[in-house]
């Protein structure tokens, strides 16, 4: 069979190794794969793939997005070219990923879904199908989404505006492209997202959970130098790791756990930018992203305890990466890691800096204060 994917990245982040190991899974199997991608492709040299526009379509998406909020109803013309490569190559089956990201216009792209007769599979990453405007919004306990959005609090948010407030009509608009596709499933890779998908205007169409998965022969206990490289030899490592530090995935708790901590531990951050770094305090080591596997794979096996406390996060990829180096997990409860965590004798907590050096402690055999 012939496979189509779309993702906004191939083999890049978190969504993008999905994307592509899903591809090389298929095409072990005799099948042939294409992954569509619109910005960023790394390490997909053993699999097609194809470009959707060009990265001015993307810069000018975006900046329409900023202005007049209405992301995912830009790159016209790229989206009318890309479905024209898509009717040649004529695939059985269409598996969408993240279709956000200033890629593909999602009017167009349902337009052609609507009418094709092929099967669609659509894995949902996070929340922003069925939302006027965000990918999350347990963060600000928004409901909104459920009955229709509007006067969105977090217009400031990705997919940034910074004029109009749109979420009604793109809340309208979505509704409008997404339901009643013919012979669409969605895959969700958690109970947690399952359950708001569920409560959504996408509430009819069938939904498996199917955990993300990783290379087992990649993410497993590695030996390295990285506790030498940074003078870690004696300390007690306690690590955390973002693709990208929004305020959500805890970065305040972080700096909060570092005033309880005493010079024994040390936290490690790897995914801050330069102005994070530049404000972090003295106590937290800060490292930038790297989309250098090995090395993240050495962090992790070289960490005593991986803490996320992200208060949404649709699975936790960071959490099975380090669970499957052989590293404990502390996690929040009633997140989509929660999941993850327990399937590996992680340790749930309430949300809240003492309850996460509570648990680190209890890692280390002491007792808490």
Known sequence: MKYLFINTVAGYGSTGRIAADKCRELNAQGHTCVLAYGRMKTGCDDIQTVKIG?????????LESRFFDNSGFGSKRATIAFLKWVKE????????????????????????????????????????????????????????????????????????????????????????????????????????????????FLKDYPVEVLYNQVDRTVFKPTPGDFRQKHGLESKFIVLGVASVWEERKGLKDFVALSKLLDDRFQIVLIGLNPKQLAELPGEIL???RTDNVSQLVQAYSAADVFVCPSTEETFGMTVLEACRCGTKAVVYQDTACEEVAKEFGGIVVPRGAEHLYDAIRKLTGEESK
């Not at 060009?54 to 975006?62: F, T």
């Not at 969105?152 to 009643?180: M, V, W």
């Open 54 to 62: 060009s990265d001015l379509d993307v810069k000018l998406h975006a």
């Open 89 to 200: 190559f004529d695939p059985d089956v269409i598996w969408l990923h993240n279709i956000h990201g200033y890629y593909i216009h999602i009017g167009e792209l349902f337009s052609y879904l609507r009418t094709c007769g092929k099967k669609i599979i659509w894995t949902l990453h996070d929340c922003w199908a069925f939302t006027g405007h965000c990918a999350y919004f347990d963060y600000v306990q928004c409901e909104k989404w459920q009955t229709g959005c509007r006067d969105c609090p977090q217009k400031h948010t990705y997919p940034e505006s910074i004029l109009l407030d749109n979420s009604r009509r793109n809340f309208e608009h979505k509704r409008a492209l997404f339901t009643g596709i013919p012979d669409l499933t969605l895959t969700v890779p958690s109970h947690w997202l399952e359950g708001r998908v569920k409560r959504s």
């Open 286 to 288: 800060g490292l930038p």
